[in-house]
């Protein structure tokens, strides 16, 4: 297998054969649902976010990217939940549209049709909301970060994105709905 460096030198004015179609639609070695698309995309995130934290000459040119990104990864985790509650709670698994807000709002009424503790508003889940209400407020319709302007040519306000805290309200949300799962789990084996 070549290295990254080698595959660049490798494309350099010519498109050697098997780089042309990299894709293959084919039977899957093992189970692809929800929780391993949430587990790629937050092992992703995380491991850019180490990348772009470690370079100390220019933290900007990775915040697009990693807020679409970490979006994305706290969207499939969120629907990854609540499949998951789904399976026990026997509601409906909402999962359509990419509205953070009422993701988080599906998961937590499948959370509260379970016996677990509700938090009222005190604890990790209310902490949980403030970071999806703030995502889904700098970017509503999943659009700031994957374009420059929206459907109708229109430029994004400017949005600074901190890293550290991306990275941190990336890990909430994720552990949030990660450890969740797993509490549920548990319930269910014991």
């Not at 297998?1 to 054969?17: A, D, G």
């Not at 697009?64 to 698994?93: C, D, N």
């Amino acid at each position: 297998m070549l290295n990254f460096e080698e595959i660049l030198t490798r494309t350099w004015f010519e498109v050697p054969e098997e780089y042309r179609k990299f894709a293959h639609r084919e039977s899957p070695p093992f189970q692809i649902d929800w929780d391993y698309y949430a587990y790629c995309y937050a092992e992703t995130f995380e491991a850019i976010s180490k990348l772009a934290l470690s370079d100390k000459q220019d933290l900007r040119r990775y915040a697009i990217p990693l807020f679409y990104l970490g979006r994305h990864s706290m969207e499939l985790a969120l629907k990854a939940a609540i499949v998951e509650f789904a399976e026990y709670t026997q509601i409906p698994a909402q999962t359509a549209g990419h509205n953070l807000l009422e993701l988080f709002d599906t998961f937590v009424e499948q959370w509260e049709a379970t016996d677990f503790p509700n938090d009222n508003g005190q604890g990790w889940e209310s902490g949980c909301r403030e970071i999806i209400r703030h995502v889904q407020g700098i970017d509503p319709k999943n659009d700031r970060f994957r374009y420059p302007t929206d459907l109708k040519g229109n430029e994004f306000e400017y949005t600074r994105v901190e890293l550290e805290g991306l990275v941190g309200a990336h890990k909430n949300i994720t552990d949030f709905c990660r450890i969740s799962v797993g509490m549920l789990n548990e319930m269910l084996e014991a």
